[in-house]
Structure formats: C-alpha cells, structure tokens
C-alpha cells in the first residue's frame, strides 16, 4: 500500500538521494573544494580533481540509487525498506572508498617543489573510540541473535511518554530494519574514519576540519549508545511479556 511506512521511507530515501544527486552534479562539480555545498570530507578537499570527481561519483550514484530505492519501495515490505538504507550507506560509503584510494595518485600529479615550503598537520581519530563503538555494535547483534526465538511474533517497538507501547511490528520486518540502521550506522562511522584519519589538515579548511573531527568522535559515541539502549528496551519489555 503506496501509504504504508516501508513504502514512504522507501520514496522519501529515494526523491532525497536523487534530489542531493542532481544538486551534486549540477552545482557541486562546477565549483572548488568548500565547505558549504558538495561531498564536504577531508579527503576531498586534497585538490580539485578529486573533489571534481567524488563529487560526480556521488552525484551519479545517488541519481541511480534514488531511482533504484523508489522502485523497490514499490514492493512495500521491510526488505525493500531495508534497501533504502543500504542504498543511502553505499552512496555516503562507495565515493570515500574511491577518493581514498586515488589521492596519492591524483594529488601527486600536482607540481610541487622537491623541498616543502610548510608540514602540515594531520587530522587522528582515536582508535580507543573507534574499537570501543564496534564492541557495541557487535554486542547489539549477539542480543538480536541470542534473543530472537525468545520475542513473540508481534513485538512492541516504540512506546509513548508513559512507557505504553503503541507502534508493533512482526518480529521478522523489526529484525530485518533494525539490522538495516545498524549496517547505515556501522558505514557511515567507518567510512567517516576513512575519510578523516589520517588526511592533511589544510589551512584554509582547518576550522572546519577540526569541527568534523569533534562532530566525528561524538557520533562514534552516541550512535551504537542510541541502537544499544534501543534494543535493550525493546527486547527487554517484549521477552518479559
């Protein structure tokens, strides 16, 4: 049913990934590394045919991800809204991956002198953070696992302000979303890691860098926080019950 919510998060995914594509392409591309419209990492801010052709890479991807996503959320189940999820960690997690693995190609095409006028300072993420929030996600999945024939077949996921629970799911569709949100989660931080760790922090770009880095490191923290506590109430109420 076109109103149902696997089928409007499906559209809503798709329309905001083709929309950000077309911005990309048309605009984004045309210009130089910024901080206010485009693929806005550390790592595209290197030079500007990288951050010409992250750019287009994402825009592209997100014109036929988008266009993929709707479709699919056509068939109007958790799987198809699952692939609006896993679409949306593709598009942020595919172009990283690629401009990574160009910049020391690309920028070395870029004249220089053999002795450098300036050392600049490289953007650390802390591994302690980074290690910390992948136990989370992997003790959120043995919960999912070790608790999943003990939830009956409709199970409470939301609850009002007095703990009452008033949106239900089947155990199958809650299983196949909440893994959804923790593979976007789980991609967006370690693609983000890819993106930062490790990059030149450019002068021009440093305050805004640096605001990257602490935003970063917070998510590292909040989000598995956020999907542990989740899952943690709701399989707690719905074994109980």
Known sequence: MLGSPYCVIGIVIGFVEI???????????????????GFRV????LARNLWVKVNRLSGV????????????????????????????????????????RIVERETGRIPGSDIPHQTLKVIRISRTLLVSSIVVFVIIAIILIISYESLPNMIAVHFDLRGRPDIFMAKHDFVVMFSAQMVLAITILLSLFVAIDGIPNLPEFEDYNNKIRM???????????????????????????
């Open 19 to 37: 929309f950000a594509g077309l911005v990309v392409l048309a605009k984004a591309t045309k210009l130089s590394p910024n901080t206010y419209l």
């Open 42 to 45: 550390p790592v595209a801010f």
């Open 61 to 100: 991807m997100g014109l036929c991800l988008g266009l993929i996503t709707i479709i699919c959320s056509f068939l109007d189940n958790a799987l198809s809204c699952a692939f609006a999820f896993i679409a949306l960690a593709m598009n942020i997690s595919i172009p990283i991956i690629y401009v990574r």
């Open 215 to 241: 935003i970063y490191s917070a998510m590292l923290v909040v989000l598995p926080t956020i999907l542990l506590i989740a899952i943690v109430i709701i399989v707690g109420y719905n074994v109980a019950m």
